[in-house]
């Protein structure tokens, strides 16, 4: 019998299937295997995703027009459509310039379009709007959180005024919803009113009191000075019910409810978007962590057993209570620590942060412990798809992300992960990986190859891999 030394049976027999890396999947899955709470269901009645993907195409059918005619046109603009854009785009699509104006307005807040610096580009909703249900939703949804921009507040209210009722119309909405059918006006607005007192309170503000809201205003006292304007009109008691209309008008011209004569009724689309948000709201009440009030560190710690839809629910959550500039500067701090895991997971939250993130995104590529992560962010933020996102990044990037998301598996997944993972390499075999690996330098090369080597059941294998950690442990060759 003729014997083969260890790495001439691995070349020759342990080929690896070249595969497109997907890093952040992997790591995702070394603590996802014990997830215990079963996904939620809507409630009775609530339409199929299809049906709701198919009703939320109907209410943003001229915003992706408008928004497919911008990525074929090759000067739409970045805000507001300049005029001649306007025109043309009428033109072409048999709208008046209104409706093109309010069509662009939507498809920007819908992500159907997206702003990089001064030009507007497709986005990646737009893209995979006909195939993909999921992705129309979430457009929609964007559009549903953002009722309050497409239909202009009074401009006769001061803008703290306006805000009170954005932030009172939540629990409407949940009204609307437990009720399951027609709510009449009055009834809505008792709780508005209610609901407005209560955060005036809350911010020790003048209370709410409609008997006095078209009285004469009292006086200033001798002894107490004259508010400023914009105090005066933020505190003192505007009446409810024409911003009670303007919200209503608001979610109307989203597609979340409809206004029949005195009375206001959730459309299928509505109902299930509030259901949604009351999901979201119940997984961060029953984070274990508390996540919303930690740090980034271990807000982030609390999120890695939640598949990625609830975790990007609590980001969300999490980043409404920061400013933007604090909580980018955390994650980034989080993901130039020592455990890959929360480096993963920190990029992922980025995401969800968006544009205001790209400027500090696009420093750190230029540190090599973050840069095949920002590449990635960068690609995606430029529109490319992110099944196509690893192709931004050189071998020796792509290698390097392979090793730290061993890393992240090594020290939270199981040793059956870790095996797999070898799957995901982009060499062809054993020998050139373990080559690559040594010449990369990442810092926990040594026990990433010591815990493969611990848990890869082929021996030959094993050896080899344990050699090449000897190798790098002592400097050797």
Known sequence: MTSRKPDEQLARNSRLRLVRPRALTTARQAVTTGRTRPAPRPPQGTPPPAELARQARAVLADAVRIARWAAADRDPGAGPLAPKARERAAAALELTPDQVSAGWDRARLAGLVELHGGTARPGWRLRAWDRDDSAVLRGWVALFDAWSLVHSAPDDVAPATVAEVVEAVPQVLSLLQLSAGPVLVPALLDLLQQRVAELRDERCE???????????????????????????????????????DWALEGLAAVGALTLGEGQATLTPLGNWAVWVKLEQICVAAQSPAGNIEQSADNMLRGCARLTPGPARA??????????????????????????ALLRGLAFEALRVVGAPAEPEVRAASAEPSLRPYALLWLAEYDGTDPEDAPDVLTRDESTWLWVDTAAAVADHGETALLVRHLDSAVQGTVPALLDEIRAVGHPRTVQVLVALAAAHPDPALAKAVRRAAFQVHTGGA
Request: no cysteine.
């Open 206 to 244: 003048v209370p709410y009191d409609p008997r006095t809201a078209s009285g004469p205003a009292a006086a200033p006292t001798a002894s107490a000075p004259e508010p400023e304007p914009e105090t005066a009109l933020a505190t003192a008691a505007v009446p409810l019910p024409p911003l009670l």
């Open 314 to 339: 609590e980001y969300r959550a999490w980043l409404a209570a920061r400013t933007v500039g604090s909580a980018v500067t955390e994650l980034l701090a989080v993901a130039r620590g020592e455990d």
